[in-house]
């Protein structure tokens, strides 16, 4: 079963500009969650998406957004890029959605790491 | 909001020794994840707990879960310098819908 495949694995943007990342999820998995890890800030979860709905965002500005195409497949977009976005983004494919309290891993794919200059 | 602690955050292990990992977590949980990850890679899933007491070992490796003192514990056992990577584990809450993580813990192994 092939896993979850991030594209592209590297990006380099310069400040003000915008960016799109791609998640392709398990087969069958309708949940996709994503993620931003930096040194600073560690582990933060950016938002969900199950059956194209956007469940939960967390603490993140505007510019971030995110949207899920009915295979599930989602994209993540962060418009006018400042150094702070530099990060590792990293999204997860599951089962079932988060908060539902059924057991089911998470599976995170290799992430992009973006880096803005 | 949940708030998810690790301790300790640095953790240097001499190879055959035992160690333990500690997350506390603010609110009750639905599932409890435990990840590794090596440098510069993704998050590998090592465990999903969910239920009060909790067991699961894998290897070296073993991670249970107490829901009422909101603790989960991952057991080291005769560590190995392939165990070197850093740790996290994960909430997930009833009705939060997302991923708490806590800051991680890495883990080196001396000979």
């Known amino acids: 079963k092939a896993g979850v495949t991030q594209t592209p694995r590297y990006l380099i943007k310069t400040r003000g500009q915008q960016v799109t990342l791609s998640c392709s999820p398990i087969?069958?998995?309708?949940?996709v969650s994503w993620y931003q890890q930096t040194p600073g800030q560690g582990l933060q979860f950016l938002f969900e998406?199950?059956?194209?709905?956007?469940?939960n965002k967390g603490n993140f500005p505007g510019r971030f957004s995110g949207r899920q195409f009915s295979n599930s497949r989602s994209e993540m977009n962060v418009s006018t890029l400042e150094l702070g976005d530099s990060a590792l983004y990293l999204c997860a494919s599951s089962l079932y959605p988060l908060g539902e309290g059924r057991k089911s891993p998470l599976h995170f794919g290799n992430g992009t790491r973006l880096t803005v200059t | 909001e949940l708030k998810v602690e690790q301790n300790p955050l640095f953790l240097s292990m001499q190879e055959g020794k035992n160690y333990t990992i500690y997350c506390n977590y603010s609110t009750t949980s639905d599932r409890l994840y435990w990840y590794r990850q090596d440098p510069g890679k993704s998050l590998e899933s090592l465990f999903v707990?969910?239920?009060?007491?909790a067991v699961k070992q894998e290897g070296r490796l073993m991670a249970s879960l107490d829901t009422k003192a909101r603790l989960s514990t991952l057991h080291i056992t005769a560590a190995v310098h392939d165990l070197s990577a850093t740790y996290f584990c994960?909430?997930?809450?009833?009705?939060?819908?997302?991923?708490?993580f806590g800051a991680g813990t890495t883990v080196t192994v001396r000979a």
């Open positions: 998406y199950f059956s194209e709905t956007q469940r």
């Open positions: 707990l969910l239920s009060n007491g």
């Open positions: 087969s069958g998995h309708r949940s």
């Open positions: 994960a909430v997930d809450s009833r009705g939060d819908y997302k991923l708490s």
